[in-house]
């Protein structure tokens, strides 16, 4: 059973369009995280949502907390070249030592 | 600042043979230290759970007896994957972190077994 479920999973989209990937648990979440993973490399983390609610942009990225923290999104504003890699989503529980939960991943393809 | 490095960046070795990588922290203690398995196009799956000079915590289905981790400082970290077979391949990735602090993740190693 995946604790924290990740959709979609893979996306081949064109430049400029927008898209939205979501992370989706019936477990509340003391902070939820989002990161990037290129091919070969580590996951670098884009953003940590704390509150319910939370919206926060980076660029033409905007994450969203949900109210009750089970749920995130990630919306991509006119989607580049450049953002193609895998999107991962990450939550820590109250009480879990720190412990990330990991949702399956979406693999974004962004054609020119 | 916060970086993790790992070491070897990748590996190939022989069936039967035992791997040694190592996780650094550079410019922070980490009190814990996370190892993850990920296999193409998947995401992270935790191993286990270090904490500096205690024995590790490991997830459901991880043999402790073959992946064997060691945490003596708190600046590094060792996993070394013991008589390694071809399914033991993988992509192996470390985090280090300080108490309630984000964990910070190692560029991971290619591990390739022959």
């Known amino acids: 059973t995946q604790l924290l479920e990740q959709s979609p999973q893979f996306l081949s989209i064109q430049e400029g369009e927008n898209l939205t990937v979501y992370c989706n648990s019936s477990?509340?979440?003391?902070?939820l995280q989002w990161y990037r993973q290129e091919p070969g490399e580590g996951p670098v983390l884009l953003v940590t949502v704390v509150t319910g609610g939370e919206v926060k942009k980076l660029k033409r990225l905007t994450f969203q907390f949900g109210d009750a923290r089970k749920d995130s999104s990630l919306h991509i504003t006119a989607a580049q070249p450049g953002d193609t890699g895998l999107y991962l989503c990450?939550?820590?529980?109250?009480?879990?030592?720190?412990?990330?939960?990991f949702g399956q991943g979406t693999t974004l393809q962004v054609k020119p | 600042g916060a970086v993790v490095s790992q070491h070897p960046s990748w590996v190939i070795c022989k069936s039967g043979t035992s791997v040694k990588i190592e996780c650094r922290s550079l410019?922070?203690?980490?009190?814990?230290m996370f190892w993850y398995r990920q296999f193409p196009k998947q995401s992270l799956m935790l191993m286990a759970t270090s904490n500096e000079g205690s024995k590790a915590t490991y997830e459901q289905g991880v043999e402790k007896d073959k992946f064997l981790i060691n945490h003596a400082s708190l600046t590094l970290s060792t996993l070394t994957v013991t008589s390694a077979h071809p399914e033991d391949s993988s992509f192996y990735i470390c985090?280090?972190?300080?108490?309630?602090?984000?964990?910070?993740f190692g560029p991971g190693t290619r591990l390739t077994v022959l």
């Open positions: 985090s280090a972190s300080r108490p309630a602090d984000t964990q910070y």
């Open positions: 410019d922070f203690q980490a009190t814990t």
């Open positions: 990450a939550g820590v529980m109250s009480g879990n030592t720190g412990k990330l939960i």
């Open positions: 477990s509340v979440f003391s902070s």
